[in-house]
C-alpha cells in the first residue's frame, strides 16, 4: 500500500512539473519584448544638398583636323595618343595634280609678263612715230588722218600695257590660289595637342565638300577636361557656376574625383520632350586618369554649410511608442521639430531648430545637442536587431 502511493505522489509531482514547465515557456512566448534603440552620434561636419546627373568626360578644348582639298592620301605621320606640336605635318596628300596646276599658272604668269615687255616696246616705237607725224601735220608736210592714226596707235599701246599689268596681277592671284591648295595637301596641327582620333589611313581618298572631313580630332591638354552633365529641367534651380561638384566613373569606383561648375549652359535638349540643360563641370586630370568618352555620375552641390551641428535626418523621424502624441515629434522643417537622445538610463526630448537637410544628416541650428550626445534613430526588438543597443526599456522623459 505504501509503494503505491509512492507511485502516486511522484506521478502528480512530475505532472505539476510538466505544467509548470510548460506555463513558463508560453509566457516567455507570449511576455513584451523589450524595446532596445540604435542611436547615432551628433557630429559637426558639412551639409549639402545635391543634384544627381550623369555626362561624359571630354577635353576642354577640342580641335577638328580635315582638308581643303580631296585626293589620295600617301603618308600619315600622325596616330592616336601621338603628341603633336602647332605646324607639325600629320598627314600628306597627292601634291602632283596641284603641282601640275602651280607650274601651269607659273607659265601663265610668265607669259603675261613677257606680252608686257613686248607691249611697252609697241609703246615706245607708236610713241616715236606719233611725234613724227605730229611735227610732218604742223609743217604741213603730212596729212591730218595721218597723224591721227599714228596718235591713236600710240594710245592704244598705252591702253595695252595696263591690260597686260592687269593680266598679270590676274594670273598672279591665280597662281597663289593654286600654290595654297599645293600647301593645304600638307595637314598639319593647328594646336599644341594630343590625337585622340583618327579617322583615315594611308591610301585612303578624301573629298573635301560642303561638309570638310574630319581626318584627326586633337585635344589641347589632356590634363584638364570637363564633365558635360544633363540636368532636368526640374533640378535645375539652384545650380550656380562656381558651385563644386563631385563624380565617379566606372574605370574607378571606389575614388571619388572633385570639380567645379564651370557653364550652366541656357541652350535646352530635348530628348523625347524631356527638357534637360548642359551643366558642365571642370575638373583637373593631372595624372591623366580621365580619359574622353568615358561615362560619369555626378552629384552637384545646390546648397551647403560647412563645419555646423548636426545629426542623422532619421533621428528627425524617430518617435518612441509611448510618446507618439509628443508636440513637434514630426513636426515640418525649422523650428518645432525635436530628436530624441539617451541620458542616464533615459529617452529625453530635445527640441531642436533645424537648418539645411540633405536626407542623410540635418543641421541643428538650435537645441539642447552638443558633440558626442547619442540621439535615437530607431527602435528595434532585442534579439533581432544586431544593430541595437542592450535591451532595455529606458523610460521617457518629455
Known sequence: MTKRLNWRLIALVGAAAVVAAGAAAWWLAVRPQPTSYVTAEVTRGDVATTVSASGTINPVVTVQV???????????????????????????????????????????????????????????????????????????????????????????ALALVQVDVATIAQRAATLKAAQINLNYTNITSPVDGTVVTRNVTAGQTVAASLQTPTLFLIATDLTKMQVDTNVSESDIAGVAQGASASFTVDAYPSRTFQGIVA???????????????????????????????????????????????????????????????????????????????????????????????????????AGDLKVGDQVVVSAAVAGKSGSAQPATTPSLRV
Open 66 to 156: 580635315g582638308t581643303y582639298v580631296s585626293g589620295t592620301l600617301v603618308s600619315l605621320t600622325c596616330d592616336y595618343n601621338t603628341r603633336v606640336s602647332k605646324g607639325q605635318l600629320c598627314a600628306k596628300i597627292d601634291p602632283a595634280p596641284y603641282q601640275i596646276v602651280v607650274d601651269e599658272d607659273a607659265a601663265n604668269l610668265a607669259l603675261a609678263k613677257a606680252q608686257l615687255v613686248k607691249d611697252q616696246a609697241n609703246v615706245v616705237y607708236t610713241q616715236l612715230a606719233n611725234g613724227r607725224d605730229q611735227l610732218l601735220f604742223k609743217e604741213d608736210s603730212g596729212s591730218r588722218d595721218a597723224a591721227d592714226l599714228a596718235r591713236n596707235a600710240y594710245d592704244q
Open 263 to 365: 557653364q550652366v549652359r541656357q541652350s535646352p535638349i530635348s530628348v523625347q520632350n524631356v527638357i534637360t540643360y548642359d551643366v558642365v563641370v571642370a575638373v583637373a586630370n593631372p595624372q591623366l586618369l580621365l580619359r574622353p568618352g568615358m561615362t560619369a555620375t555626378a552629384a552637384i552641390v545646390k546648397s551647403q554649410v560647412r563645419n555646423v551641428l548636426r545629426v542623422p535626418s532619421a533621428a528627425l523621424r524617430f518617435t518612441p511608442a509611448g510618446a507618439v502624441g509628443a508636440p513637434g515629434a514630426a513636426a515640418g522643417r525649422g523650428a518645432g521639430r525635436a530628436v530624441w537622445v539617451q541620458r542616464d538610463g533615459k529617452l529625453v526630448r530635445v527640441p531642436v531648430t533645424v537648418g539645411l537637410n540633405d536626407n542623410t544628416f540635418a543641421e541643428i541650428k
